[in-house]
């Protein structure tokens, strides 16, 4: 598991999407506003929407593009529609740095 510190939690405004690229991957994070950081994938499963430009509430991203919900803990897009997102493990530190946490599998530039 590899470790990168992504700035300042004030750097994320809240419910907003942020993108971030990183070891090739592209992420739509958001900051929920009680202190807890979210990352997902930033490509929609249904056309590829950015994720990042959604709008965020109760826990869950609407895609900008044709409103799917998806679940920002799980990545699963809620019913009537189907698929799933890749999630991210992001831990605000005591000093409010926020720290995501990927699998090195998954990257492809280290
Ligand atoms: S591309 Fe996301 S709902 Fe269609």
Redesign the pocket.
């Known amino acids: 598991m590899k470790q990168f510190n992504i700035g300042h939690i004030s750097e994320f405004p809240e419910r907003r999407g942020k993108v971030v690229k990183i070891g090739g991957l592209e992420l739509a994070m958001f900051n929920m506003g009680d202190g807890t950081i979210k990352a997902v994938e930033n490509s ?6 950015k ?1 990042s430009e ?1 709008i965020v509430c109760d826990g869950h991203v609407y ?6 919900k ?1 679940s920002l803990t799980s990545g699963i897009v809620q019913a009537p ?1 189907e698929g799933c997102v890749k999630t991210y493990n992001v831990t605000v530190e005591a000093n409010d740095r926020v720290i995501l946490h990927i699998d090195e599998a998954h990257l492809s530039v280290s």
């Not at 929609?44 to 929407?49: E, I, S, T, V, W």
């Open positions: 929609c499963p249904h056309k590829q929407g994720l959604g895609c900008p593009l044709h409103d799917w998806i529609d």
